[in-house]
């Protein structure tokens, strides 16, 4: 099973704030990417455990060889990758083998929305507790852990603190740094104040909720919004390792189909904590 941290409940302010989003557009993201993350409005949170890390390649590996599961990725078409041009899909590669060296304690990549609720199944079944992915609200109040900010630790960030492009277009005045060009350790870097690693960078994280264009007519109790669905997308939560830091903040949004797979997809799962 997963290592799992025990998020507090509590009370946030989900979004960003119109300074917030002016910083993004100036740090490169299009405005139709900001407007996804408003209006701000307050969400209650029950307390929850939540992955300390997201699942990486050698648990995924234990789930493919208990129940002989093949991934969209090697049932299909391959998974998608950047070649430097373009996003390219490619027929050899699927988690087994992504186009970079990864190790066992990386997180899993290619893997859609839907590979992802099939370990959650797994997981739950073998397990008997009840294992799912986090909600988007979740997912936001455990990377800010408390934070109102940009980032969990601040309004700037640095390649010593996340995995994501330090050679592209700076945010609020980060120093720009390295570009690793491939994933990294669950563990790397600083846990946040919830004890949760990479919440910002390294590889986006699917989450439970359908997408909608902004938070208009959303949840405030924390839970999956999965009803009146702009398109048949599902989100994507924390930025990448390919990413400028715009896309890292713990607001953005990010959405793609439930059977896409690409090398910087991943996922990390929650449990619902049963009363005694």
Known sequence: CPELVVLPGGTFTM??????????NAGGLDKKITDRESPQHSVSIKSFAAGKYA???????????????????????????????????????????????????????????????AYARWISLSSGKPYRLLSEAEREYAARSGSQTAFWWGKSISTAQANYDGTATSYNGSAKGDWRKATVAVNSFKANSFGLYNVHGNVWEWVEDCFHD???????????WTTSCSGDYRVLRGGSWIDFPAYLRSADRGRNSPDIRIFIYGFRLARTLLAP
């Open 15 to 24: 979004g960003s704030s119109a300074a917030e989003q002016a910083l993004d």
């Open 55 to 117: 699942v990486t390649k050698g648990e995924f590996a234990a789930f493919a060889k208990a129940t002989s599961y093949q991934t969209e990725a090697e049932k299909g078409d391959g998974c998608d990758g950047w070649t430097g041009s373009e996003w390219k899909k490619d027929k050899a590669f699927n988690w087994r083998n992504v186009g970079f060296k990864q190790a066992e304690g990386h997180p899993v990549v290619c893997v859609s929305w839907n590979d992802a609720q």
């Open 214 to 224: 902004n938070y208009s007519g959303a949840p405030s109790d924390g839970s999956a």
